[in-house]
């Protein structure tokens, strides 16, 4: 099995930034897919980003050009870069791995860290 713990989140206003990570521990040769997804009270969980073990990366629309993932094989980490911020980004943000079944989506997931942007 697969951990994940995430870290990172927090409150931020408009137009800021915020990093954030996910470790993943446990059976980490079974991961091919490593991503993040969110989900905002009242709506469904949605794709972020999500990379894959070749490296390829898959994002979400809402977020293409602000955030950027990326990864550190040696530390079992994916990283989440958040940039310009927005009061439509506030979500509980969930890390997620897979085996590849599905191309960007794992059955595997983090507890969720909250990002909160001010107006």
């Known amino acids: 099995q697969v951990q994940l713990v995430e870290s990172g989140g927090g409150l931020v206003q408009a137009g800021g930034s915020l990093r954030l990570s996910c470790v993943a521990s446990?059976?980490?040769?079974?991961?091919?897919?490593m991503g993040w997804y969110r989900q905002a009270p009242g709506k469904q969980r949605e794709l972020v980003a999500a990379?894959?073990?070749?490296?390829?990366?898959n994002y979400g629309a809402s977020v293409k050009g602000r955030f950027t993932i990326s990864r550190d094989n040696a530390k079992n980490t994916v990283f989440l870069q958040m940039n310009n911020l927005k009061p439509e980004d506030t979500a509980v943000y969930y890390c997620?791995?897979?085996?590849?079944?599905?191309?960007?989506?794992?059955?595997?997931w983090g507890q969720g860290t909250q990002v909160t942007v001010s107006a």
């Open positions: 997620n791995s897979g085996s590849g079944v599905q191309p960007w989506l794992g059955d595997t």
């Open positions: 446990g059976s980490i040769f079974s991961i091919r897919v």
């Open positions: 990379i894959n073990s070749g490296g390829t990366i």
